[in-house]
Structure formats: C-alpha cells, structure tokens
C-alpha cells in the first residue's frame, strides 16, 4: 500500500523537476527596440541608439548561458560602421561574423568585397 502511494509522489516529484524555464540562447538586449525604432525613423540619433544597442549586447554576451554573440550580431554592426564610412571596421565585424557563424561565409564574402569595392572607387576619386 506504501508502494502505490509513494509513486504517484516520485513521478509528480520528477516531472516538477523538468518545469524550469529554459535559458535563452543569446542576450539581446534592447537591440531589438532600437532596430525597431530605426526603422521607423532613419535618423542618425537612432543608428546610434541602435549601435550602441547591438555594441552593449555583445560586451553582455560573456553573462549569458551561450557565452555567445547573437547570429547577425557583428554583421548588423559592420553595416553601421559602412553607413558612418568606416569601411576598416565594417570589414572587420563582418570578419567576426562570418567566424563565429560560418554559415554566412558566402554571404560575408560578397559582403565585404563589396564593400572594397566600393573603398577602392572612393579612393580613386
């Protein structure tokens, strides 16, 4: 009689166990209201709402399960840098990304010899 009692306890006792919150894998942040807001209003206050947002983000990647800087991260951030002209570090944060993520190598590729390309025409003229 004990027995039968005691193991709708252990399965109620197991299956409690199993009802914690998963961890989400990347941290973003306010990265995405401050995408949000960009959209709607393209001004340069929120690109750099939206910099700062995505450079925040990746400094508090090291305090999240992953330790991992959310996919899209680094590139987002190399387009910013190319729209502020500093192709140097755009280059360098889709570097970042195609390494963290080599999926988007081929994309990263394109990228960022489009971004040379462009670099090279601006310095001929």
Partial sequence: MLMKAALPLAAIALLSGCATKPQALY?????SESY???KQDTSAENLLAMQQAILTAIEN???????RV???MYA????????QGDTKQAVHYFEMEKGLYPESAHFM?????????????????
């Fill in 109 to 125: 590729d394109r990228v960022i010899e489009k971004v040379r390309k462009a670099e090279a025409k601006g310095a001929k003229s």
């Fill in 36 to 38: 949000y807001a960009y």
């Fill in 27 to 31: 941290n973003y942040g306010t990265y």
């Fill in 61 to 67: 990647a090291n305090d999240s399960v992953s330790k």
């Fill in 70 to 72: 959310a996919p899209g």
């Fill in 76 to 83: 987002n951030l190399g387009y910013i840098y190319f729209k």
